[in-house]
């Protein structure tokens, strides 16, 4: 008699993907998002990335370079300067392994208030006696 290990009905685990854990793991820091928020509008140079931000440009500095080892920026060295340029392209994996579970598309909200309110009503019921 054979005993069925419980575990191994589970699913496997969908092998990792290191690109995509990079995007991911660079977008969970907000300053990274905030630079990321910053290059939808222009290239910039890596003072003028810095500015805004109330720490060193050396912490700017590693900020761009996991963007960039995420693939989610570019750095082009221009004379002197160094410039950040988004490179949209990095986005597309994660893009597409959200799609795949739907969390981009929109939620209509009036939809959802009006089963939230059928779900409360139906709670709030006392059964007949």
Do not use: N, Y
């Not at 991911?24 to 290239?43: G, V």
């Not at 912490?59 to 221009?78: D, N, P």
């Not at 994660?94 to 208030?113: C, S, T």
């Not at 309110?117 to 709670?123: C, E, F, G, V």
């Amino acid at each position: 008699m054979t005993r069925t290990d419980p575990d191994a009905r589970r699913s496997a685990p969908a092998p990792r993907d290191a690109a995509l854990d990079a995007v991911f793991a660079a977008l969970a820091d907000p300053t990274r998002r905030a630079i990321l928020s910053m290059l939808l509008e222009d290239d910039m140079a890596v003072s003028d990335v810095a500015e805004p931000f109330a720490m060193s440009l050396a912490a700017i500095s590693k900020h761009l370079v996991t963007l960039a080892a995420a693939g989610l920026i570019r750095q082009e060295r221009r004379g002197r300067i160094t410039w950040c340029k988004l490179d949209p392209e990095g986005m597309r994996a994660a893009a597409v392994w959200m799609r795949a579970f739907g969390l981009l598309d929109p939620l209509d909200l009036d939809d959802f208030e009006r089963f939230l309110a059928a779900q409360l009503a139906a709670a709030t019921e006392e059964p007949p006696p």
